[in-house]
Every structure is written in C-alpha cells, then in structure tokens.
C-alpha cells in the first residue's frame, strides 16, 4: 500500500481560523471554564470486516462516507493489555495514554495473564513500563500469533470544514504502519496539514478480512490560519490527551508543542 504524500490542492482556506476566530469563542463559550474531555468529542472507529465506508455518529445522525477529509489538529498514542485475546465487556488491565507508561485500571487477570510476567514490569504504585513491557517476549511481537498481546493505536482529532468540535478517529495495529510512515513526511506541521482518510480491504495474517485506512494529503491551510489552529485546538487536545486514564489517581504536566 503506498504512502505517498500526494496533494490536489496546495492551500486551502479555512475562514473560521482567522485571528481572534468566532471558533474559537464559541467553544470557549460552550465550555464554560470547564476543561475539554475525550468524551465531549465524536468518536469514529475503524469499522470491522474490511468495509470501505465510515460511519459517523453525531447525536444518532449517521452519516456514511468514504472519505473522512479535515485538518489534523492533533495526534494521540493509546495502548491497552486486556485480559483476554478476545475481550467483550471485560474492562482492560493496562491503559497507556503515551506508549511510555502504563497505568493499571483493573485488578481482574482473567485466566491467561501471568501475574508474575506482569509485575516485572511494574515500575510503581500501578505504573507499569509500557515501552519494555510491549517489546518483551509475554506482550511483544509473537505473544499473540504474529502479532502483539498489547493492542496499540492512533487517535487523530480531523476538524471538518465548516464544523466547531474535531472528529476522533481511531487508527488501529493494522493501519499504524502505513499512517507513522505518512505521517513523518507531512511537509507542513500537523496543524496545518489537511489530511484524507480512505479504507481499503485487506487480509491479515490469519487470513481475515479487516478495514485498512489508507491516507492522503489533500493540502494545507496558511501559516496564519495553522497558528489560529495551533492555538484553539492543538494546545488542549494534547493536553486532553495526556490525562491519567480513568482509574489512575497520578499527576502529569504537559508542555504545549
């Protein structure tokens, strides 16, 4: 699958990132000193069996489509460790908000976690090494068939023309490659780089259909517009995106790019 960073438009204008935008005070409006939180935002999964349309669901209003097109205001890294290889309502045992920590959200192993296996990476008072433990022969490649037994993913907040609140869509294990390769070669900061998100079938190493998100440059907005950006979005999503998971009572200061 290629990853070429390709265009059909070089700049694209975004008239409600202007300095001092409306945007930007209608959120801060519609926040009311309270702080952004994940669940304030549209999530949009990668859909299963190797479909080629998302699916958005805004307030019970789906709209399908096949093409996600939006400015990419922000990039978040997930991880998570179930307890079993096949999860349903079980809740996870490990959650990363950063590839580099992990922090535990329940105490229920299930039947196939070792408890010994885990505690070696235990680094704290439910902190555990993310980045050893999901390199490691019990989480790593080739715990789980080919794959890993830890689940990584991306989260990517899209800002669609016209609308206030960024999208989330999830980038799941069989799409990460080709978006990190993308995504380093953007020739423009995130915030200013307007992406398209496509889905091709693909076949994993079972042989299993799964939904793979190829994506493009569509163009970039101005230097100007990509501060307004920068500042409205970017700042707090990060900071949105690096709180504690739920479960964990730690502190965490960030620094704004």
Known sequence: MSTAIATTEKTIDYPALAPNSRQARIIA??????PMTEMDLVKVATPLGGSTTWNIDIDGNVESTDEIVGLLVAVASRGVLWPSANPTAQRPILVSHD???GYRVSDDLGSEIDPDALEKYRIGDRRYDWAALSTGPEFGFGSSGSGKRVKESRLLAILRQGEVWPLLVKIGPGSLGEWDSFSKRLPCFRWEAIVGLRLAKAKGASGNPYS?????????????QGQVAHDTY????KVMFARPPVGATVT??????
């Open 99 to 101: 590839l580099i920590t």
């Open 252 to 257: 965490v200061t960030v620094d704004a790019e």
């Open 29 to 34: 409006a519609n926040l009311d000193g309270e």
């Open 234 to 237: 970017t700042v707090p999503l």
């Open 212 to 224: 793979q998100v190829v994506p493009r440059l569509v163009g970039e907005i101005s230097e100007e």
